[in-house]
């Protein structure tokens, strides 16, 4: 049965499937996180306005506000779950678990810290008042209804007052330190590099459409836009709950996972690697070790980093990503008698693909046979035409492929050589053959011999 409680338009699905980012991705996993944990409309409202998005509630309505978007989206446009009668039903849940277990509300007090930023001014009031004295509200005569009134002639998305926020389960003021927090300094105690662009902004180094401003991000490639919250999610790949926690310093936020489990995030607006980063010339060694090892040509390694598409971590293990998205990546650990490969992250990217209106390509099954056969050529775009280079035997991918370049009536793939990858290959083409069938698109196996009789264009180096 379809899934009726979130409505992603099918565009936005394509951009997130092909490793892409959207706005309104973004908004649905904020949204997800406060409905996770409010038990009011007030609530609600007030876990979003820290992160930044405004919401209009009316009789009948609920209409959300994204930060830099003028035009507002309604509840229902969003799903069943995110307008009003879905937001009442999750309130009354929430309500109903947050009664079998009393003492999270003190828990949570007592967790919280005088917390202050690096220039001594502190970012938020700690105070029972916001925590209802530690009590749960009754729920007897409870109106789901209610929310603060928008005026029609001023303010449309008014922000419920602390007051009415102090029975909220996550306290108000620790979600507010955590957003107000710097993220500047943030990046210099672990040493994430930022420069000034030739606007005089601040911006990551590596990926200059991160704009960093005191306690605010903004993506200027997909608008999306944050604080040092999700900033710290990104980084550590963790929930939302978990940054604010250790921002905050409060561990005890973390039991609300416990008891609830933890909020997870479908979508990241970017990314910050989360491992320890090699030294420039060791990696380089690290790297030309493994693609020896691999019989692979030393010389491609310049263009893997410049193409960033390998990093070497302080432990040796080189990481493999994929093109146009940092969402998944291959990890080669290096052991005593070789090196032990292991997959992150989601399997809908290709290594490398190229194409120019052929009816006929080339798919390489894997990207290191690839990389051994086209040798210092293999990244070279002038050399590259009709061909899919995978990450490894991913149907996904693939399709994808396909279905962005309909003019595709033929694919040969290249047979490899791995013992351990070929049977496994045989059940992918074969798989391949009866599902693409329909479409009139024809699947060969090919081997390297055949390929070069058919005066394929593969630059191969010897």
Not at 130 to 146: I, N, P, S
Not at 229 to 244: D, G, K
Not at 292 to 315: C, R
């Amino acid at each position: 049965q379809k899934d009726k409680s979130k409505k992603i338009p099918q565009k936005v699905k394509e951009i997130e499937r092909r490793g892409g980012q959207s706005y309104r991705l973004d908004l649905f996993q904020k949204a997800d996180f406060a409905k996770a944990y409010a038990t009011s409309f007030d609530e609600y409202v007030g876990i979003l306005s820290e992160f930044s998005i405004n919401v209009a509630i009316t009789e009948k309505n609920i209409t959300y506000f994204y930060t830099g978007h003028n035009k507002g989206i309604r509840g229902n446009k969003l799903g069943n779950s995110y307008d009003k009668k879905g937001l009442v039903k999750k309130f009354k849940e929430n309500d109903s678990l947050f009664l079998k277990q009393p003492q999270l509300r003190s828990k949570i007090r007592d967790g919280i810290t005088n917390y202050q930023n690096g220039k001594g001014d502190s970012l938020g009031v700690s105070s029972s008042l916001l925590l209802g004295g530690g009590t749960a509200q009754g729920l007897k005569g409870k109106d789901y209804e209610a929310y603060t009134k928008s005026n029609r002639r001023g303010n449309r998305t008014p922000i419920p007052t602390d007051h009415d926020l102090r029975h909220s389960i996550i306290p108000i003021s620790e979600i507010r330190k955590a957003s107000n927090s710097d993220i500047l300094e943030y990046c210099n105690k672990h040493k994430i590099k930022t420069i000034t662009n030739d606007k005089g902004k601040t911006v990551l180094k590596g990926r200059e459409h991160i704009v960093i401003n005191d306690n605010r991000w903004t993506n200027t490639k997909n608008k999306t836009t944050g604080s040092l919250i999700e900033f710290v999610t990104a980084h550590n790949s963790t929930s939302y709950l978990r940054a604010i926690s250790q921002i905050t310093g409060n561990k005890n936020l973390l039991l609300l996972e416990q008891y609830m489990g933890e909020i997870k995030r479908p979508y990241t607006s970017f990314y910050i690697p989360k491992q320890k980063q090699e030294k420039v010339d060791l990696a380089k060694l690290k790297l030309n070790k493994f693609l020896k090892y691999h019989g692979i040509n030393e010389k491609v390694s310049e263009d893997l980093f410049k193409l960033k598409k390998v990093q070497v971590d302080s432990k040796g293990s080189i990481w493999f990503y994929p093109e146009g998205t940092d969402k998944e990546a291959i990890e080669f650990s290096p052991e005593t008698n070789g090196y032990k490969s292991k997959r992150h992250g989601d399997k809908s990217a290709p290594f490398k693909s190229s194409y120019k209106n052929e009816k006929n390509v080339t798919i390489f099954s894997n990207f290191l046979s690839f990389l051994k056969l086209k040798g210092s050529k293999a990244l070279d775009p002038k050399k590259s035409k009709g061909e899919l280079v995978l990450m490894g035997l991913e149907e996904k991918a693939l399709h994808i492929f396909l279905a962005n370049n309909p003019k595709i009536k033929g694919i040969d793939i290249l047979e490899d050589n791995s013992k351990s990858l070929q049977k496994n290959q045989w059940n992918f083409i074969d798989k391949l053959k009866k599902d693409l069938k329909p479409y009139g698109i024809t699947v060969n196996q090919v081997s390297f011999e055949q390929a070069l009789k058919k005066k394929r264009s593969l630059d191969l180096d010897f």
